[in-house]
């Protein structure tokens, strides 16, 4: 009896490999939106849209080009951010094979599910990302 009541307390510390199947899908389906999007800015910044400045009155080419150059520069700062995005979800595909996701890896406790569902690949609990904000400050 004193066995089962320790091992009832003691904390899960991994999810089962059904529920990383769930994250797996998760991510995967993430993975595949963020690709599509990055396709979507690279086509965006290479200029294959096909909306250029060619057909502009000598008068408006200055204010295209500006704004072009604006575009093109937001869009790259967003390219990057899904860059890293992307590699952040192929990490957790690398977790989830090691079967170490959804582990703190500040308090090595697991990461609840509603956390992971909404940030996929989180490697901190909110509280630890809470303690890491305020440090930096």
Excluded: W
Aim: aromatic residues 6%.
């Amino acid at each position: 009896m004193e066995k089962e009541t320790l091992s009832e307390e003691q904390p899960a510390l991994r999810y089962s490999d059904e529920e990383l199947q769930e994250f797996k899908e998760l991510i995967l389906e993430k993975l595949a939106k963020a690709r599509s999007d990055m396709e979507n800015f690279r086509s965006a910044m290479n200029g294959s849209s096909g909306n250029d400045i060619t057909d502009t009155a000598p008068t408006f080419k200055i204010l295209e080009e500006g704004q072009q150059t604006l575009f093109k520069e937001e869009n790259a700062q967003l390219a990057s951010r899904l860059e890293k995005y992307i590699k952040n979800l192929e990490a957790a595909l690398v977790r989830i094979e090691n079967k170490t996701y959804g582990i703190c890896r500040a308090t090595g406790k697991l990461i609840p599910k509603e956390r992971l569902r909404s940030v996929p690949h989180a490697t901190l609990s909110v509280e630890a990302k809470m303690d890491e904000k305020r440090r930096k400050q």
